[in-house]
DNA sequence: CGCGCTCTTGATCAGGTTCAACATTAGTGG
DNA sequence: CCACTAATGTTGAACCTGATCAAGAGCGCG
C-alpha cells in the first residue's frame, strides 16, 4: 500500500480551494448550506494521486469512503481465475469504498487512477457522525446506491441476455454526451478495458467496429474518438 | 395491476401477529426498541398474496418499498431482446422496491411470487419521515444496498470471467447451509431460472450436473435436492 | 528515430446454444 | 389412490458466436 499523506487543506490556498471544489462537486453534499458545507469540510481530506496509482485492492481493509475531485479512476475486479474485470470508470462526483465503509468487510475490488487526480476522502466515525446528524445526506447516499445497483443488475442482464453487437451499440449510444450535436462519442477507456466493461475482447471490440463503419453507423475519428452517424441504426443492432 | 388490499392489522389477531413478525424478521428495523418498533408497524401494512402473482413490473411508477415477511419472490429483467434473466431470488427479510423510491423511476425489474407470500409495504412518504426520525434506519439501509452492489458487481464479474461450470460448481457451495452437517443444498428455485440466473440454459445446467455426478462431486435426491460429496473438488472445477 | 504499446485483421478452435426427441415429475380430477 | 396431462428436466447432435493465437499496422513517447 502507498503512503499518501492527506495534502492538508490548512497550508495551502491551491489545496484549500481544491478542496472546497472537492465537496462542492459531490451530489450528496450538493444540498447543504454553507455552515454545514463547512462542517464536511473539516473531516474530508483531499488527497492527490498520479496517474496509475493504486487506491485500494482487494484485500484491503481500508474504512475509507473516497470521492472522485477531479481525474479519473478505473474499478476492477479479479475473476477467480485471474481474469480482470472492469466494473466501471468513476468521474469527479462519484465515489467508492462505501462497502468496506459499511460493512467492515475487505475490498473485493481494485481502485486505480487512470489520469493524475484528487479524491476526498472520510473515515468511517466521520461519516457516520455526519450521516445521524445530517440525515439528509443519508437519503442522498441511498439514492446514489439504489441507481447504482440498478445499473450493475442492467449490465448483467445485458451481458447475458444480449450478443456483444449490441451491447456495444448500446453502450456507444449511452455514452454519448446529450447536449453534444455532434454525436461525437470520447471513449473514457481504452479498448482493453472497454472490452472487459463490456464482457468481450479487444479483438472483438475491433471487429465490431469495423462492421458499423461498413454499414455506415459510426465513423472512427481516433481510437478514442467515434462519430455516430446513425443513432437508430445502432439501437436496432 | 391486481388491486390488494392490505389485510388490516387492526382487524384481525392473525395478520397482527403476521405483521409484528413481518416487522421484527427485518434486519434493517431489528436494533430499534419496542416504542420505536409500534411507530414503524403503524406504517407498515401487510399484504397477503398468492402463488404466481406479480407485485409489480417494469414500466410500473409505484413507489413503495416491499419487505418479504414469509414466502419468497422472484426478481427478473427482460433484456432488449425480450430474454428474461433472473436477478435474485428474494428470502423473507429482504426487500425491494427501493430505486423507484429513491429516485422517482419506472421500474424496471419484474418482481413475482413463487409460493403464497406476506410482504410489507411502505410508502415513500412513510419511509422518509422515518428515516429522518431514526437515521439508524438509514445506516441500515445503506449497509444493506452497499452488499447488494457488491454481489451483483460480483456475478456480472463471474458471468463473464468464469466458465459456466465454476458459475455452477460455487453457486452449489454457496447455497449450502452451513449449519447443514448433510452437505444437501435445496435450489430455491427451477432450472430454468437457475439457469437464467447462472446466465446459460437449462440443457447447459443438466449437463453439468451429470458430469459432477459422474466425477462423484456431488449426488442428485431429487431435482431440487443435491447432496455435496466433495466440496473442494467442486471449487476446483 | 526507434522501441512500447495499443489496435487491427486473419485463421482456427471450442464452449455453449439451439433444436429436437424423450423421460421424469408434479399437478389435477375422477 | 391412481390415471392423465402439462410442465419441467435430461440427453443427443449440429451449429455458431465469440475467444484465442499469431502476425502486422499505427501511434505515442523518450
Do not use: W
Amino acid at each position: 500500500m502507498s503512503e499518501r499523506q492527506p495534502c492538508s487543506h490548512h497550508s495551502s490556498k491551491d489545496s484549500l480551494c481544491s478542496h472546497k471544489g472537492c465537496v462542492t462537486v459531490v451530489p450528496i453534499f450538493s444540498h447543504l448550506d454553507d455552515v454545514q458545507l463547512k462542517e464536511v469540510m473539516s473531516v474530508v481530506h483531499p488527497t492527490h494521486y498520479q496517474k496509475g496509482e493504486t487506491i485500494f485492492r482487494a484485500g484491503d481493509h481500508t474504512s475509507v469512503m473516497y470521492i472522485v475531485s477531479k481525474g479519473s479512476v478505473r474499478l476492477y475486479r479479479l475473476g477467480e481465475s485471474g481474469k480482470e474485470q472492469v466494473v466501471r470508470i468513476l468521474q469527479p462526483g462519484e465515489f467508492i469504498g462505501e462497502n468496506a465503509l459499511f460493512n467492515e468487510i475487505v475490498h473485493e475490488t481494485y481502485a486505480e487512477t487512470m489520469k493524475d487526480t484528487v479524491m476526498c476522502q472520510i473515515n468511517r466515525r466521520d461519516l457516520q457522525k455526519l450521516l445521524l446528524e445530517y440525515p439528509s445526506i443519508s437519503l442522498k447516499l441511498l439514492k446514489e446506491l439504489a441507481t447504482r445497483v440498478d445499473q450493475s443488475e442492467q449490465q448483467a442482464t445485458r451481458i447475458t441476455t444480449e450478443p456483444v453487437e449490441k451491447r456495444l451499440a448500446y453502450y456507444l449510444v449511452e455514452t454519448l454526451t446529450p447536449e453534444d450535436k455532434s454525436n461525437e462519442v470520447i471513449l473514457p477507456m481504452n479498448k482493453k478495458d472497454l472490452a472487459s466493461y463490456l464482457g468481450t475482447t479487444p479483438e472483438t471490440i475491433s471487429r465490431k467496429l469495423t462492421e458499423f463503419e461498413e454499414l455506415a453507423l459510426i465513423k472512427r475519428l481516433s481510437p478514442k474518438k467515434i462519430k455516430i452517424l446513425n443513432v437508430d441504426g445502432l439501437l436496432l443492432k
